[in-house]
T-cell receptor
Framework: GQNIDQPTEMTATEGAIVQINCTYQ??????LFWYQQHAGEAPTFLSY??LDGLEEKGRFSSFLSRSKGYSYLLLKELQMKDSASYLC??????????WGAGTKLIIKP | DGGITQSPKYLFRKEGQNVTLSCEQN?????MYWYRQDPGQGLRLIYY???????QKGDIAEGYSVSREKKESFPLTVTSAQKNPTAFYLC??????????????FGQGTRLTVV
């Protein structure tokens, strides 16, 4: 079956670094996405990985290992506005997105 | 500005009533999607459409219906057959060209409550 796992909730301190992990099992693989979603709002696109390795975009980086079915999102220099849910999604062989349940990140001062 | 617009933001429905959620995009995207989001769960696909006048069922299509008469519009009807319709509904769109798919862009969502 198809499955995406990510932690339900994480807590971190303002100014620190946090890593949110995502493991997946899908029928075929055509890329992995990370989205940010503030409470009651729409998800917004953060990053896309289709090849192994690290993609860096400002304070956010995303890593992919296809052989391990594993990705992580790294957030540096955390700010209070980073408090949100982070959604991991993979695109399967039919190019449909399969979504994880999301990781709620709580930032404390 | 280009974007994807859902309306209304909040919607209340009486049991036994059908209700239609609007989704319009001016991004010239081929594909449009409807997702349902419940607390503690990932986004679940209700219906999707890759071209006008064609749409496909997603994982939880029962109790829902859609139409795609125009490229810009993909309304979702929640029928009385949907047993537990209270949820946050998200519409999304993306470019589809051969096997090239972009990321999905989302509307701001409609929160539907059955009263």
């Amino acid at each position: 079956g198809q499955n995406i796992d990510q932690p339900t909730e994480m807590t971190a301190t303002e100014g620190a670094i946090v890593q949110i992990n995502c493991t997946y099992q899908t029928s075929g693989f055509n890329g992995l996405f990370w989205y940010q979603q503030h409470a009651g709002e729409a998800p917004t696109f953060l990053s896309y990985n289709v090849l192994d390795g690290l993609e860096e975009k400002g304070r956010f980086s995303s890593f992919l290992s296809r052989s391990k079915g594993y990705s992580y999102l790294l957030l540096k220099e955390l700010q209070m506005k980073d408090s949100a849910s982070y959604l991991c999604a993979t695109r399967d062989s039919n190019y449909q997105l399969i979504w994880g349940a999301g990781t709620k990140l709580i930032i404390k001062p | 500005d280009g974007g994807i617009t859902q309306s209304p933001k909040y919607l209340f429905r009486k049991e036994g009533q059908n209700v239609t959620l609007s989704c319009e995009q001016n991004l010239n995207h081929d594909a449009m999607y409807w997702y349902r989001q419940d607390p503690g769960q990932g986004l679940r696909l209700i219906y999707y459409s890759q071209i006008v006048n064609d749409f496909q069922k997603g994982d939880i299509a029962e109790g829902y219906s859609v139409s795609r008469e125009k490229k810009e519009s993909f309304p979702l009807t929640v029928t009385s057959a949907q047993k537990n319709p209270t949820a946050f509904y998200l519409c999304a769109s993306s470019i589809v060209r051969d096997t090239f798919y972009t990321e999905a862009f989302f509307g701001q969502g409609t929160r539907l409550t059955v009263v």
